[in-house]
């Protein structure tokens, strides 16, 4: 029988890839039933670049049997055989998109999974942090729902209150999407931009294409969510594991 293949798309910026990135790319993504075809792309626009990896994914479908899209930035290096993790985790759940949950390259333990803002494209409700994501009362694998439940029961300064439930922001540093379903050709990544004045001095809106793309797979009826199964390591001025519980309680820009 064929194998399923799955089109693992790494964007690049200026040809460089971190050395463990490279090996979850091109050795160690998947040891089962799934036939791999790496594709790192060097462009300069993002959007862009991930735009033409994802329609490659499409025109791939039928001429290979490809069956999923997935995406490993270059500064991002999983756990062997993650993409066995993440696709067994996605059926699991019977989830459409699948992103591992990752903390940002600093020390605030935030991470770049969030809440989304009702009504609003550019600002997030909150992020999630670390310290919430690894708490015991906090589900492994979870969609919008499952996130607000669980802020709005965690203890003392984890918690966050009123909590909506319009959309789960997910990362495309690691995460993994079908691409057998008729909302698959209506989304795309874009980068939302835009200024306004707060308080009398002009600032910048924006939201990202990753949170765009989760956002718009959402409303056209996919099942979004985020994991923390899948251990990994964000790297920067230094590595930053989705491991450890560390860094802010919760976000201090949470806002509605």
Not at 181 to 200: H, K, L, M, S, Y
Not at 220 to 249: C, D, E, N
Request: with cysteine; charged share 20%.
């Amino acid at each position: 029988m064929e194998r399923e293949g799955v089109f693992l798309a790494c964007p690049l910026y200026d040809g460089r890839l971190d050395a463990g990135a490279a090996r979850s790319l091109f050795s160690t993504a998947s040891q089962q039933r799934l036939h791999v075809i790496p594709a790192p792309q060097t462009a300069s626009l993002l959007s862009a670049n991930c735009n033409s990896l994802w329609c490659a994914a499409l025109n791939a479908r039928e001429e290979s049997n490809v069956k999923w899209f997935a995406m490993l930035h270059a500064d991002i290096e999983p756990d062997w055989w993650w993409l066995d993790t993440l696709f067994a985790e996605a059926e699991r759940h019977g989830a459409d998109l699948l992103a591992a949950v990752v903390p940002l390259k600093d020390g605030t333990g935030l991470t770049s999974t969030a809440i989304a803002r009702p009504g609003s494209r550019y600002l997030p409700f909150c992020r999630l942090t670390m310290r919430q994501v690894r708490h015991e009362l906090f589900p492994e694998t979870f969609g919008i729902v499952e996130a607000a439940d669980a802020l709005e029961r965690l203890p003392g300064e984890l918690r966050v209150a009123g909590v909506p439930r319009e959309a789960l922001l997910v990362n495309t540093g690691c995460f993994v999407c079908r691409l057998d379903r008729p909302w698959c050709e209506r989304v795309w990544f874009t980068i939302n931009d835009a200024i306004e004045q707060v308080n009398g001095k002009w600032a910048v809106k924006t939201q990202s294409e990753d949170w765009t793309f989760s956002r718009m797979a959402a409303e056209q009826g996919a099942k979004v969510m985020a994991t923390r199964i899948l251990p990994l390591a964000h790297k920067g001025s230094g590595q930053f594991h989705s491991t450890l519980a560390w860094g802010y309680p919760s976000d201090p820009g949470c806002r509605l």
